[in-house]
């Protein structure tokens, strides 16, 4: 392949391997700027744990899944592509699911079917045909942990607000303490209802635009 | 008044351009604007404009609001009275209304103020006068013993979220008032519905009547408890509990009539809204399944926010429909869901505000099909008028 023979003396940690890395965190981030995986951000983020093992979760399944069709991506044919990286991802999430049930089984409890909803998180398959297709296993591998992580961090974040005032706890520790509640503090029903989900993800967009003017499309 | 347009110039210079207080100055045109009409004149583009601008539309419907505010005073002492079993005169009562709707009031107006007046110096855009009308709005529809710091927080989300996400007064989506009780409605579900309507707080050596329950006519429905229901007049003039502004359909009235009069509220969406409500009451008349079905379709716009609702909430004229024809349809489905969450679903004994919410995001979508049934109407008749010359 061309790209393979243009750049023959790439370091592991070259500015632009950094930028696969970084840019997912900030102006390309998955959930911020692009939009996908919505679904699962408004479902498992009730709380910061599920959103942790959730986040670790998808880092792992993309990290590897992105590398696994990097190394077979001169022997898929194109036409039946889709289907590889399926069966890819989804061996993936069985592993995972595996894993979660054998050592935190409560939770693997409470992330119920959106384990096994990973399989069609839209950021998963999107970079995978977008980049691992084209583009050799240690430049794909850190793009899948890159993209992870900023969906993680979002997933966290979210958790982190929605935990604290929905149910006055972090980590299922009490968070807020006991004398506000004296006081005459309530937890927020709301912040558990999924709307509220969707609110906080449009507040972190609406700080991160604020934040970076270029991400405002004003076409 | 000399004196104090004096004051007014002589502190101008401050908060102008290079001034000491040049970030202050979206503050101080406010107040400026409240006090004096401002000496400013159209310098290009139409020159006529109408004495109706923002300030007195939304001081219209404030005075508008009067009528039902005092009644809810009133009443604030009156079901406190009658839940204890003492007797102590309409003045008196009135007195431990205004006690305890008054911090309401001035909670709502100071924290949703304060993000206005925020929101006004960093985007450098005038302080609209829109929030005087939702700030006095949102007290009016909930529970007198609704925790002030819970007025502060669902004001602030409503005025954030609601309005200033979309760009501030006139582009809302919602209707801010009903977007704050919402907020409160979800987040805190035990202080907004149940025995909240009547405060409760006991003196030494009071004690609550026996057989005190509290519950709205509505509730009272909800569980089938049609015996307990109080006559309609009573329903009428709103001596039943309720939210602080709602319960007295005669007060809501005089606001309706100030509203029409002075052609700030649609009556169109008023009278359309009744209609739906009569329409689906009546069918439910019809049906009579259960309790709840038998009672007569005008109860439906007696009990609860319905009045209220429909003559201060539903004409919005920012969120309701634009369209002449789309402002009926837009009434009548309002006043058609409204009674259908009352009888239907027993999670919510009252439908009034997530009617005009879930109408509020539709409007757009009617207006839509409204203006393009408009132009097809007009192209079939443009086609019908050539068709001669044609042959």
Redesign the interface.
Same mark, same amino acid.
């Given at each position: 392949m061309s790209e393979d023979s243009t750049q023959p003396t790439e370091t592991l940690f070259s500015v632009k391997n950094r930028k696969l890395l970084t840019n997912p965190l900030g102006p390309e981030n998955p959930i911020n700027v692009q939009v996908l995986g919505i679904c699962s951000v408004l479902a498992i983020t009730v709380q910061l744990q599920t959103s942790l093992v959730m986040a670790i979760s998808v880092v792992a399944v993309m990290g590897f899944a992105n590398v696994i069709i990097s190394l077979l991506r001169k022997g898929i044919p194109p036409r039946i592509r889709i289907i590889v990286q399926l069966t890819v991802i989804a061996s993936l999430v069985i592993l995972v699911d595996q894993l979660l049930k054998a050592f935190v089984y409560d939770i693997s409890r409470q992330l119920s079917v959106f384990v096994g909803l990973i399989i069609t998180n839209c950021i998963i398959m999107g970079r995978l045909e977008a980049f691992a297709l084209h583009n050799k296993p240690w430049p794909s591998f850190l793009d899948g942990i890159g993209n992870a992580a900023g969906y993680g961090w979002v997933l966290l974040a979210v958790g982190f607000f929605r935990e604290l005032f929905g149910s006055g706890t972090l980590m299922g520790y009490q968070a807020i303490p006991g004398f506000m509640y004296d006081i /005459?503090?309530?937890n927020?029903?709301?912040?558990i209802?999924p709307p509220m989900a969707l609110?906080t993800v /449009?507040i972190i967009i609406?700080v991160q635009r604020y934040k970076d003017r270029r991400l405002i499309d004003i076409s | 008044m000399k004196a104090l347009h004096d004051i007014v110039e002589k502190l101008k210079p401050h908060f102008e351009k290079g001034g000491r207080f040049e970030k202050f100055y979206r503050s101080f045109e406010a107040f400026e604007t409240f006090l004096f009409v401002q000496g400013n004149v159209t310098r290009r583009g139409s020159h006529i404009r109408d004495a109706m601008d923002m300030k007195r539309t939304m001081v219209h419907v404030v005075i508008a609001l009067v009528p039902a505010m005092l009644f809810g005073m009133w009443n604030v002492g009156a079901q406190h009275d009658q839940a204890i079993g003492v007797e102590t005169g309409w003045f008196d009562q009135f007195l431990f209304g205004l006690v305890r709707v008054l911090p309401l009031i001035v909670v709502s107006y100071v924290s949703g103020l304060a993000v206005e007046f925020l929101f006004a110096s960093i985007r450098n855009h005038e302080v609209n006068e829109g929030f005087l009308v939702t700030g006095l709005l949102i007290p009016l529809i909930i529970p007198v013993t609704t925790p002030l710091w819970m007025v502060a927080v669902a004001t602030v989300f409503a005025v954030i979220i609601g309005k200033e996400v979309f760009g501030g007064t006139g582009m809302n989506i919602l209707n801010p008032a009903l977007l704050a009780r919402a907020f409160l409605f979800f987040a805190y579900p035990s202080y907004l519905s149940g025995e909240v309507w009547i405060d409760t707080t006991l003196q030494e050596g009071q004690q609550l009547v026996d057989g005190f329950s509290g519950a709205t006519p509505l509730a009272m429905l909800t569980l089938g408890e049609v015996v307990n229901l109080p006559p309609p007049g009573d329903m009428f003039l709103g001596t039943i509990p309720g939210s602080i502004g709602e319960t007295s359909t005669l007060a809501v009235l005089l606001g309706a009539l100030i509203l029409v009069a002075t052609g700030v509220g649609s009556l169109r969406i008023m009278l359309s809204v009744v209609l739906g409500g009569l329409l689906m009451g009546t069918l439910f008349n019809l049906l009579a399944v259960n309790v709840y079905m038998e009672i007569p379709p005008y109860y439906h716009l007696i009990m609860g926010g319905f009045a209220f609702g429909a003559v201060f909430m539903a004409t919005d004229p920012v969120s309701a429909a634009q369209t002449g024809t789309g402002k009926y349809v837009y009434g009548v489905l309002i006043g058609v869901i409204t009674v259908l969450i009352r009888v239907l679903n027993p999670a919510f004994p009252e439908g009034m505000m997530l009617a005009i919410l879930l109408m509020n995001v539709f409007a757009p979508l009617i207006d839509h099909y409204v203006v393009q049934a408009n132009i097809r109407r007009r192209l079939r008749r443009l086609g019908r008028a050539r068709a001669p010359i044609k042959t």
């Open positions: /005459g503090y309530e927020n029903g709301f912040m209802l609110i /449009g609406w | -």
